[in-house]
């Protein structure tokens, strides 16, 4: 055991959180995100929620300042589907960067994902809970 590192942040992600270096990205999958095989670096966190691990990862990892560090898959044309967890994810993000998150399109999100780092893959239902982080430095 270690102090200081929440308890939702297993040994393989930790592993990973720390080999990433300034400009890597990392993505946070919901349930249906088709993790494994966007990304061969894939670690499942099933049974956590994405909000969950966004603040857990959010107090050991870096945002970006230089570059934006946030990423949101944007919900397909047409679709009305409500993306409650968007807001929550807005609230994270402020009390950790001054950045405001982008979307992106759908496909355009899954490509980026493929040349992230790793993807973790959470047990979240929401619908368009997918983020993607680019790792700051430590200043």
Same mark, same amino acid.
């Given at each position: 055991?270690?102090?200081?590192?929440?308890?939702?942040?297993?040994? *393989?992600?930790?592993?990973?959180?720390? @080999?990433?270096? &300034?400009?890597?990205?990392?993505?946070?999958?919901? $349930?249906?995100?088709? $993790?494994?095989?966007?990304?061969?670096?894939?670690?499942?966190?099933? $049974? &956590?929620? =994405?909000?969950?691990?966004?603040? /857990?990862?959010?107090?050991?990892?870096?945002? +970006?300042?230089?570059?934006?560090?946030?990423?949101?898959?944007?919900?397909?044309?047409?679709?009305?589907?409500?993306?409650?967890?968007? +807001?929550?994810?807005?609230?994270?993000?402020? #009390? &950790?960067?001054? =950045?405001?998150? #982008?979307?992106? *399109?759908?496909? @355009?999100?899954? @490509?980026?994902?493929?040349? /992230?780092? =790793?993807?973790?893959?959470?047990? @979240?239902? /929401?619908?368009? =809970?997918?983020?993607?982080?680019?790792? $700051?430095?430590?200043?």
């Amino acid at each position: 055991m270690l102090k200081g590192i929440p308890s939702i942040i297993s040994p *393989e992600l930790l592993k990973i959180l720390m @080999e990433m270096g &300034h400009g890597d990205e990392i993505v946070i999958g919901d $349930g249906n995100f088709p $993790g494994k095989s966007t990304n061969e670096n894939c670690v499942r966190l099933d $049974g &956590h929620g =994405a909000v969950d691990v966004l603040k /857990a990862i959010l107090t050991l990892f870096p945002l +970006d300042t230089y570059q934006q560090p946030v990423y949101i898959m944007e919900k397909v044309k047409g679709d009305n589907a409500p993306t409650p967890i968007w +807001d929550e994810y807005d609230k994270i993000i402020a #009390e &950790h960067s001054d =950045a405001k998150i #982008e979307r992106l *399109e759908r496909f @355009e999100f899954y @490509e980026r994902a493929k040349k /992230a780092y =790793a993807v973790v893959m959470t047990g @979240e239902s /929401a619908i368009y =809970a997918n983020l993607i982080l680019k790792k $700051g430095v430590i200043k």
